[in-house]
Nanobody
Framework: QLAESGGGLVQPGSSLRLSCKASEMVFSMYDMGWFRQAPGKQREAVARIMSGGETVYSDSVKGRFTISRDNAEMTLYLQMNNLKPDDTAVYYC???????WGQGTQVTVSS
């Protein structure tokens, strides 16, 4: 299972850190990712981190967001800096394969 936390309402230019706590799995074995879905839009990939630590980012967040993992704590993180209104979405963590999704956490960026 995956459980996200850390979302909220922030102003443009602010930072947030999302967390995703895993359970009932050998977390370190799996590639993990963050996805988001804005109202009226398809869910999109934001960032991925492989079991070996390699990371991949979408162009829209590169340089602003950082994905990381703490295998001992079985937790995935997404540090989001310089947030923009276009970052407003429900953010989901996902075990890439076999697929498991978290329930999502809302991030709203608005002045």
């Amino acid at each position: 299972q995956l459980a996200e936390s850390g979302g909220g309402l922030v102003q443009p230019g602010s930072s947030l850190r999302l967390s995703c706590k895993a359970s009932e799995m050998v977390f370190s074995m799996y590639d993990m990712g963050w996805f988001r879905q804005a109202p009226g839009k398809q869910r999109e990939a934001v960032a991925r981190i492989m079991s070996g630590g390699e990371t991949v980012y979408s162009d829209s967040v590169k340089g602003r967001f950082t994905i990381s993992r703490d295998n001992a704590e079985m937790t995935l993180y997404l540090q989001m800096n310089n947030l923009k209104p276009d970052d407003t979405a429900v953010y989901y963590c996902k075990r890439l394969w076999p697929e498991i999704w978290g329930q999502g956490t809302q991030v709203t960026v608005s002045s």
